[in-house]
């Protein structure tokens, strides 16, 4: 089945304490994109990247980092979580830059709390 | 001005009734363009493609104006599983030729029994 499978789905931890979120696709997608969604906020982009070895910013990636080493993999770290990060993310894949018409196709979401 | 606009809602429409979202791009970029229905908690998920001519899935039915950018979604008679918020998601595409995809805020939809 073609999915994009996020870990964990729940996850609590404290103030600085590093933490990865992990994401994978098998759908042979190039472009990878997280998101963290919050009550009134909507959906705002953290990071993407549109192929292997290749990731830039996105609207809000203060305090985050991710890494694409692989094409099915694309982790999003959190070096030293803080309250404000707590959050609903979701991890996002779709097939190349010359696919305009190609939708999102989203992991089931990654609900953090930062105590 | 956000780039992406929708009707804050929420709608709360009785069964059987037909219902209307509205959403305005301002990027004459766009390229393409979506619905996707997200349920409480969950992951966004594609309800359809919005294409020049129209399209239908059943009870649902997309519209899209590109002389004045503005993308329609109607559910007829609605069910007490349509209840949900509606995203308005574009692809815009970008100066290095490649494109990005924008969210809507989302429409929230409640149907009453």
């Known amino acids: 089945e073609a999915q994009v499978t996020q870990n964990p789905r729940y996850l609590i931890t404290v103030t600085g304490k590093k933490l990865t979120v992990t994401c994978s696709q098998n759908m042979n997608h190039e472009y990878m994109s997280w998101y963290r969604q919050d009550p009134g906020l909507g959906l705002r982009q953290i990071y993407y990247?549109?192929?292997?070895?290749?990731?830039d910013k996105g609207d809000v990636p203060e305090g985050y980092k991710v890494s694409r080493k692989e094409k099915r993999n694309f982790p999003l770290i959190l070096e030293s979580p803080s309250p404000n990060q707590t959050s609903l993310y979701f991890c996002a894949s779709r097939p190349g830059q010359g696919n305009y018409n190609s939708p999102l196709h989203f992991g089931n979401g990654t609900r953090l709390t930062v105590t | 001005r956000k780039e992406v606009e929708q009707d804050p809602g929420p709608f709360n429409v009785p069964e059987g009734a037909t219902v209307a979202f509205n959403c305005t791009y301002s990027?004459?970029?766009?390229?393409?363009f979506f619905w996707y229905r997200q349920d409480c908690r969950k992951e966004p998920k594609l309800l359809m493609s919005v294409y020049s001519s129209g399209n239908e899935d059943g009870r649902f039915t997309a519209q899209l104006n590109r002389a004045s950018q503005y993308i329609s979604l109607l559910i007829r008679d609605s069910k007490l599983s349509d209840s949900a918020t509606y995203l308005c998601?574009?692809?815009?595409?970008?100066?290095?030729?490649?494109?990005?995809?924008?969210f809507g805020a989302g429409t929230r939809l409640f149907v009453k029994a």
């Open positions: 998601v574009v692809n815009i595409e970008g100066n290095t030729g490649g494109f990005k995809t924008i």
């Open positions: 990027n004459s970029a766009s390229q393409s």
């Open positions: 990247s549109m192929n292997v070895e290749v990731t």
